[in-house]
């Protein structure tokens, strides 16, 4: 069944609630034809899985109607005291290791919008999803806490679904995973891909710069088989920075895909703040909460 889908007003700047203090640049359009269960999504997202699939089940959505850059703190060599001889991807391959081992919250801005998160050491986590769908601006968020307790809210206009309400679901009867994939996922930023993807790595000045392969997909990496054919070898050479902190952990990473056809040149960006620090996911009130109804388990299993 399809229905016209209602015009929306388009926002003003976007703040994100997961990350105070952390603005999220209002959401990019949807690139042109261009998650799953823990422990399964990163596979997922190295097929191309990631944000993208959620956009584009979001436009199925919405056009069916049936739902019912800086190096980020980087200092100098000299003054973090990093051997010369330390290689970029041992660099780029402790620093991952470090992100896995705390807490921290991040935003990354890709092709198909800005996701903003927290990941809280203990494994509690909660992100949000900014883009546009058939035209259409949107958000999603989830919350997974401990012992099965899982959250979910989103802007997308359907029958049934309030967008000012947490809905808590219940997740044995969910059995699709594009959607909540999303937040579902331990690894939000692709992180522990980045290492395999990387051609050449130089360390220098609190900076890792090299060469990146964009033709495995997912959010960190393009899905578009014509853009890559186009591309070539350009495609498994992109440029990329990885700013460290002083002490060698992760604070940005910095994509750049190269022009091809029509499409201008674009980066996409991670930044990670609170490494090392407590972070908390931000629990809903009990006012801002309704338990899942059919109108949103149609929508997460759509």
């Not at 220098?204 to 899905?223: F, H, M, P, Q, V």
Request: net charge positive.
């Amino acid at each position: 069944m399809r229905t016209d889908v209602p015009s929306t007003p388009t926002p003003g700047p976007l703040t994100s609630p997961l990350v105070p203090g952390v603005s999220a640049a209002p959401p990019a359009a949807a690139a042109p034809p261009v998650p799953a269960p823990i422990g399964t999504v990163g596979a997922a997202r190295r097929a191309g899985r990631g944000v993208a699939l959620v956009v584009a089940l979001l436009a199925a959505v919405l056009l069916g109607g049936c739902g019912g850059a800086g190096d980020g703190g980087a200092t100098s060599a000299a003054a973090s005291g990093e051997p010369a001889a330390v290689a970029g991807k041992e660099a780029l391959a402790a620093a991952v290791k470090a992100l896995g081992e705390s807490g921290y919250a991040y935003t990354m801005k890709i092709d198909q919008g800005t996701v903003t998160g927290v990941v809280e050491s203990s494994g509690k986590r909660q992100a949000r999803l900014d883009g546009m769908a058939s035209g259409v601006r949107f958000s999603i968020e989830g919350i997974v806490l401990g012992g099965g307790e899982r959250y979910f809210r989103t802007s997308i206009p359907a029958t049934g679904v309030n967008a000012k309400k947490w809905y808590r679901f219940d997740r044995t009867k969910v059995s699709k995973t594009g959607i909540i994939g999303l937040f579902e996922t331990d690894d939000p930023t692709s992180s522990r891909d980045l290492a395999g993807r990387v051609g050449s790595a130089k360390l220098e000045n609190g900076r890792i710069t090299g060469t990146y392969d964009l033709t495995r997909g997912g959010d960190l990496g393009l899905a578009d088989r014509g853009a890559i054919a186009a591309l070539g070898e350009r495609a498994k050479r992109a440029p990329f920075v990885v700013g460290l902190d002083g002490q060698g952990r992760l604070s940005s990473v910095r994509i750049t895909v190269p022009a091809v056809g029509s499409t201008p040149e674009r980066t996409l960006a991670v930044d990670y703040q609170k490494q090392g620090m407590t972070v908390q996911v931000a629990v809903p009130k009990t006012a801002e909460v309704a338990q899942a109804n059919a109108a949103v388990y149609n929508l997460l299993n759509n």
